[in-house]
């Protein structure tokens, strides 16, 4: 807050987790206590918070906040605040400018403390820590990133030059294991393949298990140019707008990392 403020940002704490401007979200943090042993020795806290300073807005509407009516999760419900960039008060904001100030004020707020300042590049970390490359593949991984969510539904509903095409999966564990497509399409044959294909199980909730389902439908019809083209209009549809998030995801989100 204090950074902020020198660098011109009225902010102020909301919640436990979250840093405010206007009373729109500019920052969220997590963090872990291990208390240690009784002795005193063992005491450690981390701390994780991220600040946007310049996010493309298209991109955290379709990563961090789905549209409620079409993911009805079973899960934790959460609720995305709406949000606001550093460079929406100050287009001059940058990188460097944050870390510098965020830097000083820690310096200042630890002034009777030894401080130990370390430097190191993205690619830099994971190459000389092994470990950290190994938890840098698994958290991009598709069994992370969706065998371990817990059951959700996902409707979604489009319109083509060749109908309404209003879908539904039902996914645990990363499998798509119930789904249903309406539409006023006049070819019934191909949504009735369609549904047939997403209730054969087996089948991931993924860019591979979407282009599955695209295959599929193109090898029932593959005498029928037409519904070949129709099979992959709704892959291109399912594959930009069913998955909601990405091992990509993060890369697109240009937040700095305050860990």
Known sequence: INALAKLGFNAEVSGRNDITIQGKKVSGSAYQVNL??????????????????????????RYLNPNKRKLLSKGIDSVIARVMNLTDINPDMNHQKLCDALS???????????????????????????????????LR?????Y?????????????????????????????????KCFSDSLYPDFIDKLNSIINSKGIPYSHEGINQIGMKLKEAFSSNETLVGYAQDLTNW???????????AADDLLCVDLG
Not at 50 to 55: C, N, P, Q
Not at 151 to 161: G, I, M, S
Not at 238 to 248: A, E, Q, R, V
Request: charge should be negative; include cysteine.
């Open 104 to 138: 000083s004020e820690f310096r200042e707020h630890y002034k009777d403390y030894e401080i130990v300042h370390e430097d190191y590049e993205h690619n830099e970390v994971q190459k000389n820590i092994p470990e950290v490359q190994k938890i840098y593949e698994e």
């Open 147 to 179: 065998s371990t969510t817990p059951e959700f539904a996902n409707n979604l509903e489009t319109r083509f030059d060749w109908g309404v095409i209003d879908i539904y999966f039902r996914v645990e564990k990363g499998q798509i294991i119930e789904g």
């Open 141 to 145: 991984s598709h069994d992370w990133l």
């Open 238 to 248: 399912l594959n930009k707008d069913c998955l909601l998030y990405t091992s990509d």
């Open 36 to 61: 240690g042993k009784k002795d005193g020795t063992g005491r450690r806290a981390l701390h994780h918070g991220t600040m946007l300073i310049k996010v493309d807005p298209g991109i955290i509407k």
